[in-house]
């Protein structure tokens, strides 16, 4: 009994003691209320006024200037500045999310703001400051930045912001200029004329607004050297180069028309390119350096600087007739398909009629059908693509037309719901090797491979649902 008594009273003072060191640690992390969010007082209606904007960096000091609504360089040189950037530097800019706000104190003299590290100074259109950011020491204990926000008629303000988002605010000219190589969002009336030394080979292309609604159609049509559709995947390949790909490093700021160090003063590719709101055509060049063929220089008619490209862009600029030509046959919609006749000399007479949204077999039997089977068929041969399109012009059109009719190994029609004939198919011998594929709507000849002819059934009873 005396030693259970010991035992009990020598655990008073320990429990005791744990009590204390509780109060004095306060409450646990569970206990702890959330820390309220720290507002920033720059909002984007401040923002919006300002019209220039001041960056001082490693030395470097760049001025942007607002002219209505789009932006440029003014110092140290004078160049366009990448809207897109732009835009999302004013929108951090005002969505600064500082960790923490400081009280003015002693300890700000070793804050950083007698060297600072970078400084962002908005004005209004009268040269009237808007606002003045300035950013100091890098705090090592919570690796934030030490910043000042100074707003008119208002007392410097002092925070704690993030590492990397202090980091995004003081850009370099670099980092904000216009790097693309024709970056116009406006293809409206588009009207391109591209040029090649080596090998030798140029064509011209337009391209409309939009597709037509519930077609098949490329939205760019061919010029030279011969007419029809071009490749929706290729041509849009060169647009998307032009307007998308960056510049790896600027060589000059103004070659003064001495283009010759860059193979540019006979460039082995020259782009033309002209849409609605231009009076006149602009010329993109493009040049290799002898000495240097792994390097690819670039320069527009418009601007004085030469820029330098990998030569992993290179393919960018290779092309031939094969490639920028569309290579489909057909036009319509296959979901628009209402009624399919095949005439195969190899199987014999097939008809095909939608009944409720499924086809079912009129001809040579009325029979249901394996529904995926003659799914899968119709797909193959209403978006049929050729290996090689073949140049055509209305008399040579109408003499292959004529031989197809008479030499067919498989013709076909497609029809739509009120009975209108969509497009017909003839496949028929070019020679021992060469199967040509003619539509006759479409007015399109293409080299088609055999195995094509794989996606016939090999029999009537192959589509029929037993």
């Known amino acids: 009994m005396k030693r259970q008594t010991r035992l009990i009273l020598g655990f008073v003072p320990i429990l005791g003691m744990a009590g204390v060191a509780a109060f004095l640690l306060g409450p646990t992390e569970s206990e702890e209320k959330p820390v309220a969010a720290v507002k920033w007082p720059l909002g984007e209606s401040s923002i919006k006024a300002v019209d220039q904007i001041e960056i001082q960096k490693s030395q470097q000091r760049v001025v942007l200037q607002r002219k209505e609504t789009l932006w440029r360089v003014a110092q140290p040189i004078n160049t366009d500045v990448n ?13 600064i999310s500082p960790q923490k706000q400081l009280a003015a104190s002693q300890k700000q003299k070793e804050w950083g703001f007698e ?76 009207h391109v004329q591209f040029e090649s030394k080596k090998p030798p080979f140029s064509f011209i292309f337009t391209k409309s607004a939009s597709s037509a609604q519930g077609r098949r159609v490329s939205p760019y049509r061919l010029l030279a050297p011969i007419e029809g559709m071009g490749d929706e995947m ?36 020259k782009i ?4 609605g709101s231009m009076n006149l055509p602009l010329t993109i060049s493009f040049g290799q350096r002898p000495q240097n ?82 799914h899968r068929s ?4 209403a978006r049929m693509e050729g290996s090689q399109l073949v140049p055509t012009k ?18 076909m029609t497609f029809w739509d719901r009120h009975q209108k004939e969509m497009d017909a198919l003839y496949l028929y011998p070019k020679s021992a090797d060469v199967l040509y594929g003619i539509a006759v ?15 016939l059934p090999a029999n009537i009873e192959a589509w029929i649902e037993l």
């Open 394 to 411: 209305p008399e040579s059109f109408a003499k292959e037309l004529q031989k197809a009719q008479k030499e067919w190994e498989v013709k």
């Open 441 to 455: 709507k479409s007015k399109r000849i293409l080299v088609i491979p055999r195995r094509q002819l794989n996606n």
């Open 115 to 190: 060297k600072p590290t970078a400084s962002v100074v908005g004005n209004s259109a009268q040269g009237e400051p808007l606002f003045a950011l300035t950013f100091g020491a890098l705090n090592t204990f919570d690796q934030t930045v030490f910043t000042a926000l100074q707003l008119p008629n208002m007392a410097i303000a002092y925070y704690s912001l993030p590492r990397l988002m202090a980091y995004r605010l003081g850009l370099t000219l670099d980092e904000l200029r216009e790097k693309r190589i024709w970056p116009v969002s406006d293809m409206q009336g588009l």
């Open 234 to 269: 290729r041509l849009g390949q060169l647009l998307r180069f032009l307007g998308q790909v960056e510049i790896d490093r600027i060589e000059t700021e103004n070659h003064q028309d001495k283009l010759a160090p860059w193979g540019l003063q006979k460039p082995a590719w």
């Open 83 to 95: 809207a897109e950037k732009m835009e999302s530097y004013l929108l951090q800019l005002s969505q």
């Open 378 to 381: 119709l797909l193959a041969f």
């Open 293 to 374: 063929p792994n390097d690819l220089y670039v320069t527009r008619g418009d601007v004085p600087w030469v820029g330098r490209l990998s030569i992993e862009h290179l393919s960018a600029l290779n092309y031939n007739l094969e490639q920028i030509t569309d290579k489909r046959l057909f036009t319509f919609e296959v979901k628009k398909v209402s009624r399919w006749e095949i005439f195969s000399k190899s199987v014999g007479r097939i008809i095909l009629e939608k009944d409720k949204g499924e086809f079912t077999m009129l001809a040579p039997q009325p029979a249901l059908v394996k529904k995926d089977a003659v």
């Open 272 to 275: 033309k390119v002209q849409n």
